[in-house]
T-cell receptor, first 111, second 117 residues
Framework: QKEVEQNSGPLSVPEGAIASLNCTYS??????FFWYRQYSGKSPELIMS????GDKEDGRFTAQLNKASQYVSLLIRDSQPSDSATYLC???????????FGTGTLLAVQP | EPEVTQTPSHQVTQMGQEVILRCVPISNHLYFYWYRQILGQKVEFLVSFYNNEISEKSEIFDDQFSVERPDGSNFTLKIRSTKLEDSAMYFC???????????????FGPGTRLTVL
């Protein structure tokens, strides 16, 4: 079982729609969860972090965490073509809080 | 806003050569990390570094790899004898406390693309 699993996509949504990205993780001990956006050839850019069960909203982004189901999601409202990128789910692990990444979901927002 | 910087942005080397990738973490950060991403694959943890020593390393980080903080600002990754499979993007990251929370996180540098021929 992979430590962090994501659907690789591509996920295609029309401009203005809600994009829903999902992630599951295997280690119940993990406490911190992150969504990074990565444009092709660029470094990961943190867009959301979440540490407790429930929803966390920041602008057009909402992260959802369900520790019982070991599930993290990211909703992007009013999707824009500039949101087209690969979205990486990451989970902190271990004493040094290293990040374990999923393979990422490619999001394509169609104008 | 402070940021992590990395040099060079692109390094081309011959198989078997040594390379040193350089990073300047954010100035008040104490925890440093290297990750790599082979083209089309996921970002993978290599090593974490705190208080001038390795805190944790992955299976990828074998004897060919080493890290060093030679002065108060730089953090380097050395690959002693490069292989074709070392071709990847290498990202440096730093955090202030090492405890990921609403007040601290890992900040990534722009990466160095290493191409081994």
């Amino acid at each position: 079982q992979k430590e962090v699993e994501q659907n690789s996509g591509p996920l295609s949504v029309p401009e203005g729609a809600i994009a829903s990205l999902n992630c599951t993780y295997s280690d119940r001990v993990s406490q911190s969860f992150f969504w990074y956006r990565q444009y092709s050839g660029k470094s990961p850019e943190l867009i959301m972090s979440i540490y407790s069960n429930g929803d966390k909203e920041d602008g057009r982004f909402t992260a959802q965490l369900n520790k019982a189901s070991q599930y993290v999601s990211l909703l992007i409202r009013d999707s824009q073509p500039s949101d087209s990128a690969t979205y990486l789910c990451a989970v902190e692990r271990g004493a040094t809080n290293k990040l374990i990444f999923g393979t990422g979901t490619l999001l394509a927002v169609q104008p | 806003e402070p940021e992590v910087t990395q040099t060079p942005s692109h390094q081309v080397t011959q198989m078997g050569q040594e390379v040193i990738l350089r990073c300047v973490p954010i100035s008040n950060h104490l925890y440093f990390y290297w990750y790599r991403q082979i083209l089309g694959q996921k970002v993978e943890f290599l090593v974490s570094f705190y208080n001038n020593e390795i805190s944790e390393k992955s299976e990828i980080f074998d004897d060919q790899f080493s890290v060093e903080r030679p002065d108060g600002s730089n953090f380097t990754l050395k690959i002693r004898s490069t292989k074709l499979e070392d071709s990847a993007m290498y990202f440096c990251a730093s955090s202030r406390t090492g405890i990921l929370s609403s007040t601290d996180t890992q900040y990534f540098g722009p990466g160095t693309r290493l191409t081994v021929l």
